[in-house]
Each structure stands twice: as C-alpha cells, then as structure tokens.
C-alpha cells in the first residue's frame, strides 16, 4: 500500500527524461507518515467484500437468472412470427369459385383504456358507416373486451386505424365470400369465426380444405422491419382446393325452377337433385326454403338444413317401379302379364288399398303407367318378402348414400322379418319406408343404366365411375320402358315431357305421416331420367306439402322435372332423340292421377 | 516477426471490413425478399378479391336477369325451332 513515491519530474509516459525544473529537491522531502495498520486491512478488507458481492451476483446472474435474461434479451430483439396459409378454395366442376378466403380486418378495444375525443369518435362512425349511437354503445360498454367493427376491409379497417385512436387496435382474420349466394348456401355450408368449417361441405372437407399456419422466428431492428430469419419454427401449410361435382349453370336452372314452383304451388318447402348417370355426380342439388350464407346473421336454422340429404320422406309411388323390377326378377311376372285391380279396393286385414280410379285389368306396363296401388301391391303380395327387401336394400334404401355429407341419413327399411302382408304391400306403393331425395335419385340409376346403382357423390370424380350390378340388363330396360309410357298421355304424368328428348319417369304423392297418422297434407315428388334411349341424366324433384290446391306428383312435381331437365338437357348440349314437336298432351279434363 | 504481425494485422483488417459489407449485403438483400414476398401476398390477396368480383359479375342469375330484362332474349317456344340433324342433311 505504502509505495515508493517516483521522483518528482518524472513523467509516467514521457518518451524523453527532461531537465525537470529545479525547486529544491532536498527541502520538500519528508519522511512517509506512519499509518496505522488496521487502516490498510480496512480498506482491502472493503474491497475484497464489494469483489466478493460482484462475483456472486454475476454467479446468480449467470447460474440462476439465466434463462429469464435470454430471454429478456431476445425479446428485445427477436419476434416470432406467425405466417398465415389461407383456406382453400371450392370450386365447381368447371373451376368456377363457389367459396373464396380473404384477408379482413376486425378492430377491438378496452374499452377501459380507450381513448377517443369526441371528434375522432365522430370520423371513427364515419369511416365505419355506423350510427354514432351504436358506436358510442360499443365503446363505453361495460366490458373488458370489445369488437368495435368485425370483418371490415382491409382500407376500411385501415383508414380507421389512420385516425390515431389511443387503444384501438387491429385483429387479421380471414372471411369466406360465397359468390353464388342462397342458391347453393345448403351443398357447402359456411365457415366460423376462425375459417373453420361448422356446416356443409366446409364442415366435411374441413381436413382438405383448411389451411395450417406456419410460424418462424425473426430479427426485427429498432423499426419493427424483419432483418433476418433466423429459423422457421413451422413451415405453413396452405388449404387445398376442392372441386365439387356441381355444375353452377344446372344448379342454377334447379334452384331458379325449384323456388318458382314452391312459391306457385305455395308449398312448404322443396328440393331438387340433379345425378349424372355415368358417374354418379351430384350435378345440382337445390333446397327452398334456402339462406344468404355471405349474411345469415338471425337465420333460422331450420332454413339451413340440407332438406335432400337430412330428411326423410315417404316417397309414394315413385317406389312402385322397384317392387316390378323385383317381380320381373323373380320371373312371376312378365310386363305383358295381366293384374286385376277391379274393383280398385284391395282388403288386407283390417286394412283396404284404395285406388284413386277403378281401372280395371291391367297389364304390369299399365300398373306402373297408371300408378295403381292395388295391382303394385298385389304384385308385391305374390313375392317372398326378402325377394322384394333385397332389391330395395341393393338399390340403397335403407341405408345412408355416403355422399360424405355430414348429417345425411338413409332414412328407414325395416327388416323382411317383421312385414306383416298390409306392410309389405304398403311398402309396394312407398308407405311405410322412408326416403332421403339423393336417395331416391340415386335409385333410379339403376334404371337409367342397364341395372348399375351408381355412388352418388358431391366432390368431382373423373369421368364414368363403376356401379354395382343390382337388377338384370332385360329388368332394368323393361322398367324403363314402363317409366316412358308414364309421361305420355295416358299416363300420371305428360307434363314431365321434354321437347326434344324422350323422357321416363314416375310420379308420387304421398299422404304425409304426422305422429301415427296420415294427414291430408301431401308430399309430391317426381323422379326422371333422360334421354330414354342413352339416359345421362336423372332428375328427382319432392315438393313438401302444396297448399294451392293441387298435389297430385303429375301437376306439381312433373312440370319442374320438365323444365329442369330440358333446360339442363340443352345446357350440356346432349343430343336430342325425338323431334321438338313431340311433346303431347292429353285433352284437360282426361289426365289420370294416382292416389299415393 | 514484425512484418508477419503487421500483415496479418492487414488481412485481419480487411476480413472484418468485408464481412462487415457482406453482412449488409445480406440485410439488403433480406429487406428486398420480405418487401417481394409481401407484394407476393398482396397479389395473391388481390387475385382472389378479383375472382370473388368476376363470379359475382357473372352469377347465372344476374346474366339471366340482364339478357331477359335489358336484352330482351327469350327461350324460342318448341313451333319455333327446327332440328338440324347432324351431317346437316334435310
């Protein structure tokens, strides 16, 4: 402690000794003064204590605190950031949108640490087109949280933020626009807050469709700007693209004829399927009453049921035709076999099968042309009840037709085991099943191809699909034969007649089941396919309960079969098999209508 | 000895000066992917609202409702059309 003090005139860095000054070296020399000890062992005594504090705090610094220190310090530098992967798109079969994602912006605030004087309070209503009212109602709202506007515009949403408001902030989101609207708002249902799926086939595609946000790791400058990556923590993974079978120009035709007749007919409501025959393709598929999806804030959700694929109805006499092919099958009877169905009453039991007109004897052409329920059901009579169970179930009754809908049902065939005779011959003219409308539709390929059930299907396939062999080649064009003479005259239907084409079909009109009884309430359904001679398409047509004073399946359903058809027959430019002039209609008054 | 050091001095000098421009470099060029990758987002976004406008424009409905209204098509009635058979043989 006690050093030798250095001569004075030395300089400590002086390169060169000058001459130092002299002052009398001799005369200011003094002997050091004697310090006492204990003051020297003080001072390193201090010393060493305030190195000894340092080096255990920089141990706890180092050892302890570690990790929070990273990571103060990373945050100061450092940012994760999220990278978006938007939804997918879903398309049509001609790659026309029907569901786009895209950016928006919603704002939130506290409204505790909100700070708006009233002149920004006054642009903000402005720039929101918002009353000041409802405004003003959000953001003093006794809440912790609120969305002062949601989905807005980016520049909207934008200029807002431009106002400067202290505590309004700025949320991204995506929104999912539906071009098409009310007319196809039930096939793809709509999407939540978050782009996730919640109805449709945005519920049931939702694995395909959604998009996985990635996130990576930044290095921002005093700015904010990204200066370098440093890792991508998650690579995003962008939804995919979905093409549906629909084809917006028939969906259109559908839904545009399907609304015209509900309102006409004043029925409760209606639905529509469009099938191509080939690949089991759901071209169009229509339902009324319908709903905006792009705004369906306050809709009921009975609107936004998918009616063709969720509900189930009693389809009448549209099931007639398969209780022939399974007789046909069985080889008992012939289409030239002669059924007596006088005196128009059949009595089962305790139970009468009521014709709506005595016919007489009929050929089994005629039972299918007339729509008699007498000669059906005693058609129906003469098989074992499995012969007929089995061909129902192979043509897909009874079970759902895995269209991948969510929701969708197979509506209900009870086993053979338990048809007591009124049952089975019920079941014969479509009492005492029930049906989805795809369903039925979709039945009717069978006899649209020579005896394949083809799988329906929402999503694109590409081209013919494959069915499953269910009734003979000789069966199922027999059948179809039986369904032209339907709609000429002499039939239940000549207003399903298409100019142009030849047509087969079948109409029903069915009392409706309301708890254990049947009402005079009606549901009325035709079900066709075309051209007859190379069907490529089948149309099935079920309007619920029609209050305007007709419901016979020939009057209500038929004329929309007719117009959808031809117009979606032109549409994809099939070639015509009859002359325009072939349509014929029977003189008013002489039309034959049947009773289920 | 003294040389070595000042030459090594030297190199030591300019490795830092150049890692110090490539570094830069890097930060330009890095500025310039984010600012594209951006714009590319903003194309994308772009895209999708112009798809969004021209399948709204061009719903069946609103078509329907402009040729029948304003342009005043119809659908000829069946006595009105002849069927050309195909090979255009009468």
Same mark, same amino acid.
């Given at each position: 402690m006690s050093a030798p003090r250095p001569p004075?005139?030395?300089?400590?860095?002086?390169g060169k000794r000058r001459e130092a000054p002299h002052r009398g070296d001799h005369t200011r020399r003094a002997p050091p003064p004697a310090l006492p000890r204990f003051r020297a062992a003080i001072v390193f005594g201090a010393l060493a204590l305030a190195f000894g504090v340092l080096a255990a705090r920089s141990l706890w610094l180092q050892g302890f605190a570690h990790a929070f220190l990273q990571e103060q310090g990373s945050a100061r530098y450092s940012r994760e950031l999220e990278v978006p992967a938007h939804r997918g798109r879903i398309v049509d079969r =001609?790659?026309?949108?029907?569901a786009i994602s895209t950016p928006v912006k919603s704002l939130w605030a506290f409204p505790a640490k909100l700070d708006a004087s009233p002149p920004q309070r006054v642009k903000l209503a402005a720039v929101l087109e918002t009353p000041a009212s409802s405004l003003a109602r959000k953001l003093d709202? #006794?809440? #912790?949280?609120?969305?002062?506007?949601?989905? =807005?515009a980016p520049e909207v949403a934008d200029r807002a933020m431009a =106002? $400067?408001?202290?505590?309004l902030n700025e949320q991204h989101e995506y929104r999912r626009y539906y071009p098409?609207?009310? /007319?196809m708002s039930h096939i793809l249902g709509f999407t939540g807050d978050r782009d996730v799926?919640?109805?449709g086939i945005e519920l049931a595609q939702q694995e395909w469709l959604g998009g996985h946000p990635g996130s990576r790791r930044v290095i921002i400058n005093r700015r904010g #700007?990204?200066?370098?990556?440093?890792?991508?923590i998650r690579a995003p993974q962008a939804g995919r693209d979905l093409a549906l079978a629909i084809d917006t120009r028939l969906q259109h035709i559908a839904f545009r004829e399907l609304k015209a007749a509900v309102e006409a007919n004043k029925a409760k409501a209606g639905g529509l399927v469009i099938l #191509?025959?080939?690949?089991?393709?759901?071209l169009a598929l229509a339902n009324w009453p319908t709903f905006n999806p792009n705004a369906r804030?306050?809709?009921?959700?009975e609107r936004m049921r998918n009616r063709a694929l969720t509900d189930v109805f009693e389809?009448?006499?549209? =099931?007639k035709p398969f209780t022939i092919a399974a007789a046909l099958e069985t080889g008992?009877?012939?289409?030239d076999s002669v059924i007596q169905t006088a005196p128009g009453t059949l009595t089962i039991g305790p139970a009468t099968i009521h014709d709506a007109h005595v016919h007489g004897a009929l050929t089994v052409e005629q039972v299918i042309q007339k729509s008699s329920n007498v000669g059906a059901a005693k058609i129906a009579l003469s098989l074992p009840a499995e012969t007929m169970w089995h061909t129902l179930s192979d043509a897909g009754?009874?079970?759902?037709? !895995?269209?991948?809908?969510? $929701?969708?049902v197979g509506g209900r065939l009870r086993p053979? !085991?338990?048809?007591r005779p009124i049952e089975q011959a019920t079941i014969a003219y479509g009492h005492g099943i029930s049906v989805n409308l795809v369903q039925l539709a979709r039945a009717y390929t069978v006899f649209a191809t020579d005896g394949e059930l083809k799988p329906a299907t929402l999503l694109k396939t590409s081209g013919p699909v494959a069915g499953r062999p269910v009734l003979s080649p000789p069966t199922a064009r027999a059948v179809r034969h039986m369904l032209e003479l339907a709609v000429q005259?002499? $039939? /239940?239907?000549?207003?399903a007649q298409v100019p142009g084409y030849r047509v087969a079909g079948k109409t029903g009109t069915a009392h409706k089941l309301e708890g254990r009884a049947y009402t005079h309430k009606f549901v009325s359904s035709f079900v066709g396919l075309a051209p007859?001679?190379?069907?490529q398409l089948v149309v099935a047509v079920m309007i619920d309960?029609?209050?305007?004073g007709q419901h016979y399946g020939g009057d209500v359903a038929a004329p929309v079969f007719s117009a959808v058809m031809g117009a979606a027959l032109r549409m994809l430019a099939v070639p015509n098999?009859?002359?325009?002039?072939?349509v014929i209609l029977p003189p008013p008054g002489s039309s034959v209508d049947e009773d289920t | 000895m003294l040389r070595l050091n000042v030459f090594l001095l030297a190199v030591l000098v300019v490795c830092g000066l150049s890692l110090v421009t490539s570094r830069h470099q890097a930060r330009k060029l890095f500025v310039e992917l984010e600012r594209t990758q951006g714009e590319a987002r903003a194309f994308e976004t772009e895209y999708g609202q112009l798809q969004l406008e021209q399948s709204t424009w061009a719903t069946p409905a609103r078509v329907e409702k402009i040729a029948r209204t304003s342009l005043g098509l119809e659908l000829p009635p069946s006595s009105r059309v002849e069927m050309v058979p195909p090979g255009g043989a009468r």
């Open positions: 004075e005139g030395a300089r400590p860095l002086g =001609l790659g026309e949108p029907l709202a #006794d809440e #912790d949280f609120v969305f002062v506007a949601r989905q =807005l =106002l $400067g408001i202290a505590g098409a609207g009310e /007319t799926g919640q109805e #700007d990204v200066v370098e990556d440093v890792e991508a #191509d025959v080939r690949s089991g393709e759901i804030h306050g809709v009921a959700r389809p009448g006499s549209t =099931l008992r009877v012939r289409p009754f009874g079970a759902a037709p !895995k269209t991948g809908f969510p $929701g969708e053979p !085991k338990t048809w005259p002499g $039939g /239940t239907a000549p207003k007859a001679s190379a069907p309960e029609p209050g305007a098999d009859a002359a325009v002039d072939n | -």
